[in-house]
């Protein structure tokens, strides 16, 4: 079984990101990341955290500096010899509107 707290997350450019997968699985699951199709291993731009607690295990990624191409759907994956289940978050850009007033 799967859950995602969020399944839809947006942030702006330039910033930090972390969405979050919750699985249960036995016998114990091998869980990862994948975005377009390729597994995410961890690295500056992706930073990964499992932490495991008998069957339950909660799942974190974040995403460093968001640009264009982070936008878009990521995919939590769960598999045992029993089988495979994986949840989907969809991560949106949000737009940062900055309002300058300047005295002359």
């Given at each position: 079984m ?7 997350v947006?942030?702006p ?13 036995y016998?114990k699951a091998?869980?990862y ?16 955290k499992?932490q ?5 295990t ?20 769960s ?5 495979e ?8 850009g949000?737009?940062?509107?900055l309002?300058?007033?300047f005295?002359?």
């Amino acid at each position: 079984m799967i859950w995602v707290p969020n399944q839809l997350v947006g942030a702006p450019a330039g910033t930090d990101v972390t969405i979050e997968c919750n699985t249960e699985a036995y016998p114990k699951a091998i869980s990862y990341w994948v975005y377009e199709g390729i597994m995410l291993l961890p690295t500056k731009k992706y930073i990964t955290k499992v932490q495991d607690n008998s069957y339950r295990t909660y799942m974190k990624l974040t995403v460093r500096n968001l640009t264009a191409r982070d936008f878009g759907s990521y995919r939590c994956i769960s598999k045992n010899s029993l089988g495979e289940t994986e949840g989907s978050i969809r991560l949106y850009g949000m737009y940062l509107i900055l309002f300058l007033l300047f005295n002359l």
